[in-house]
């Protein structure tokens, strides 16, 4: 299935989720989650400060236990318990956000559509907005209220090392790479030990800093322009990929803001195929 989405459901303003969040369909989700060569604790940060009514998804606990890779995709029963307990149902309008303006927050937003939830924004400009415009915060842990969450695995919008693979040989699917020119051409250490640094042969790079502006998402003349300087063909399937598979999600939301289908992201991205041996690597 093709998932089309309509961009201008895709964000809310601050003064827009001020207005929304006692509505009791609406659940404002804090996405936090900091590189672990920073020392923050994202958690410890939502405790601190949060917006009223927020709670906390913590993208490394809500994940696939089976693996060693970071923040997999759990499965549909695990995810729907987790998301039944912070107050999730099937007829929420999840909002989603982070503490730094555009980062992790398409994470969720990508995963809850994975998951079937069909009402997703995401707060523009994150946390640093809301407070720029002087709204009211809160500290301490939410008292969320138990839903009832029933997720369905859309496998359209996922992909795995084998269908990489098989983009990468015969070129009908175009993989694009969201970690920075330095990292892709393999001139500086991974920053998760024992992977090989370079990229995937046939991929293209579109760091993922390129798609933002002040914490929000590029306007669309600016996306396009990106997307194009990084020889990407938009008339063709696409793979998002990245280091772990979260700024991959930047990738997806941003051709979706465009019109365009959700690409697909690649879960495992090179936390599996940097770790992997058996998987072409190549450096330029």
């Known amino acids: 299935m093709t998932l089309f989405i309509n961009p201008e459901s895709l964000f809310v303003s601050p003064q827009e989720l001020e207005t929304l969040r006692s509505s009791a369909e609406i659940l404002i989700l804090d996405a936090s989650w900091h590189m672990p060569a920073t020392g923050k604790d994202a958690y410890e940060d939502y405790l ?21 890779l970071p923040h997999m995709l759990p499965s549909a029963e695990f995810f729907s318990h987790a998301m039944s307990k912070l107050g999730l149902t099937n007829e929420s309008h999840a909002v989603v956000y982070d503490s730094l303006g555009l980062f992790s927050a398409p994470r969720l937003w990508w995963t809850l559509q994975v998951f079937g939830l069909r009402k997703i924004s995401i707060l523009a400009g994150g946390l640093p907005a809301w407070k720029s415009k002087g709204l009211p915060l809160e500290a301490g842990p939410a008292d969320s209220r138990p839903g009832q969450f029933e997720a369905s695995f859309d496998a359209s919008l996922v992909a795995n090392a084998q269908e990489v693979a098989s983009a990468l040989n015969s070129g009908a699917t175009q993989v694009l790479d969201a970690r920075s020119a330095e990292r892709f051409r393999g001139d500086v250490p991974e920053p998760r030990p024992g992977l090989r640094s370079g990229h995937m042969p046939g ?61 697909k992201v690649y879960d495992g991205s090179w936390s599996e195929w940097g770790g992997a041996g058996h998987l072409p690597v190549e450096k330029t």
Not at 225 to 254: E, H, M, R, W
């Open 203 to 263: 991929a293209l790079n579109l760091p993922f800093q390129e798609l933002i502006e002040n914490g929000r998402l590029s306007h669309k003349e600016n996306l396009e322009k990106a997307f194009q300087n990084s020889g990407l063909d938009l008339q063709k399937p696409l793979i998002a990929t990245c280091g772990s598979g979260l700024t991959a999600c930047i990738l997806s939301l941003a051709v979706a803001a465009t019109g365009r289908a959700i690409p």
């Open 48 to 68: 601190n400060e949060h917006i009223p009514g927020a709670v906390f998804f913590d993208i490394d606990a809500i994940s696939d236990k089976k693996t060693d």
